[in-house]
C-alpha cells in the first residue's frame, strides 16, 4: 500500500471519517473510525500531515496525535467548506479537510494547550453565569413594574427592589407574587456569589502569570481582560502584526470594494466576540475618564470633539489589541507616549 501523506478526520461524537492520500494525491485511505479506534489506527500510520476543523474536542485530539509524532493543522469550518465539491456527507467533509490542509495559502488556528482551554472555559462560565444573572434580575424588574414597583438601575436599585421582595409586611406584593419573587432574589444572589468566587480564580491566576500583569499595565485593561487574552490568543505570534490581531477579534472595518472602488462598512464583528466586548467596555471606562480629565488622555479627548462616544470606542479598543500584540509577542509593559526608535524625529532626522 502506497505510504499515508496526508489525513482529513471529520471529527465527531463517537463515529469519525478519515480521507487519507499519498504524495500524488491518490485516495489510500476513506473509512469510519470508532471513538475507541481512532489512536490505534494512527498509531500505525507513519508521521504524517493531518488536518481537522476548530470544532469541539479538535484541540484534544490534535494534543493526542502531536504526541504520536503527527504534524496536526486545525482550520477554520467556513475555510473548509470551500473545497466540499457536492453534498452533505463525513466522506465528503473529510475528503475536503484532507484538500484544505495542503493548501498553502490556508489560514490555521493554533492548538491551545490544556492549561489555555482550562483559563477558556473558566471565562466562558463566568459569562454564562452573568447572562443568567441578568436574565434573573430584568425578570424581577419586570414583574414588580407590572406592580407598580420601579426602582433606579444598578446594584443599588436592585439590593432595594429585593428588600422589597422580603418585606412580608410590604402589602403592595401579594403572597402568590412574594413566593415567586423570592425565589428570583435568592437565585440572584447564589449566582453573584458564584461569579464572586470564579473572580477569586481568576484574581490567583492572574497574578501568576508575568504577560497578564504586563497586559494590565495597559489603559482599558484590567484581569479579567487580560486574562481573557492569554487564554483565547493561543499563540500571538500566528498574527503579522497588531492589527492582524484586531481583524482577528472584529475590530475593524468589513471592506466591500469592487473596480477599484474602495467601500468600508461598520466593524466586521468577525472573530472572538467575548475578547470584543471586554475591549470595547474598558474602553468605554477610559473614555468616561477622558471626560473628566482631557489632559490625562488627550487623543481620546481629540477624538471624542469630533466622533461619538462609540466610534471612539472602536477606535480605541482597536488601538488597545494592537499594543496588547505588541506585549503578548515583545515582551515588556505599556508605556504611556511611547513611540518605537524608527518613528521618533531624532532616529528620522539621523537617518537622513
Not at 471529520?10 to 489510500?28: E, P, R
Not at 422580603?166 to 458564584?194: K, V
Not at 481568576?202 to 497574578?207: F, N, S, V, Y
Not at 497578564?212 to 484590567?222: D, H, K, N, Q
Request: aromatic share 4%; charged share 20%.
Amino acid at each position: 500500500m502506497a505510504r499515508i501523506t496526508t489525513i482529513g478526520v471529520d471529527l465527531a461524537k463517537n463515529v469519525f471519517q478519515v480521507h487519507g492520500v499519498d504524495a500524488q494525491g491518490k485516495v489510500v485511505a476513506a473509512r469510519q473510525l470508532r471513538r475507541k479506534q481512532m489512536l490505534a489506527f494512527f498509531e500505525k500510520v507513519p508521521p504524517c500531515l493531518v488536518g481537522m476543523e476548530a470544532c469541539g474536542s479538535a484541540h484534544h485530539w490534535a494534543r493526542e496525535l502531536t504526541r504520536l509524532g503527527h504534524s496536526v493543522r486545525l482550520m477554520p469550518p467556513k475555510y473548509v467548506k470551500a473545497y466540499v465539491k457536492r453534498g452533505k456527507t463525513d466522506a465528503a467533509d473529510a475528503a475536503a479537510i484532507c484538500e484544505a490542509v495542503s493548501r498553502p495559502s490556508m489560514t490555521f488556528v493554533a492548538v491551545k494547550s490544556v492549561a489555555q482551554q482550562g483559563l477558556s472555559m473558566l471565562h466562558s462560565v463566568r459569562q454564562t453565569l452573568i447572562g443568567q444573572r441578568t436574565q434573573a434580575i430584568n425578570a424581577m424588574r419586570g414583574h414588580l413594574s407590572e406592580l407598580g414597583i420601579v426602582a433606579a438601575q444598578g446594584m443599588l436599585g436592585l439590593a432595594e427592589l429585593a428588600e422589597i421582595v422580603r418585606d412580608e409586611n410590604d402589602t403592595r406584593l401579594p403572597a402568590t407574587a412574594r413566593a415567586a419573587l423570592l425565589i428570583l432574589s435568592t437565585r440572584i444572589a447564589q449566582t453573584s456569589s458564584e461569579i464572586a468566587k470564579l473572580d477569586a480564580v481568576l484574581a490567583r491566576e492572574h497574578k501568576t502569570s508575568q504577560t497578564s500583569r504586563a497586559l494590565e499595565t495597559i489603559p482599558s485593561i484590567g484581569p479579567v481582560t487580560a486574562s481573557a487574552l492569554r487564554a483565547r490568543v493561543t499563540d500571538a505570534t500566528q498574527f503579522k502584526n497588531g492589527r492582524h490581531l484586531a481583524a482577528w477579534i472584529g475590530l475593524v472595518p468589513e471592506q466591500d470594494s469592487s473596480g477599484g472602488k474602495v467601500k468600508q462598512r461598520g466593524i466586521s464583528k468577525k472573530g472572538d466576540r467575548y475578547l470584543r466586548q471586554l475591549l470595547v467596555n474598558g474602553a468605554m471606562a477610559v473614555i468616561r475618564q477622558a471626560r473628566r480629565r482631557p489632559d490625562k488622555y488627550p487623543w481620546v479627548a481629540q477624538l471624542l470633539a469630533r466622533m461619538p462616544a462609540k466610534a471612539v470606542a472602536i477606535a480605541l479598543a482597536n488601538k488597545t489589541a494592537r499594543i496588547a500584540w505588541a506585549i503578548m509577542v515583545r515582551g515588556g509593559r505599556y508605556q504611556a507616549g511611547h513611540r518605537p526608535a524608527a518613528y521618533q524625529p531624532a532616529a528620522l532626522a539621523a537617518s537622513q
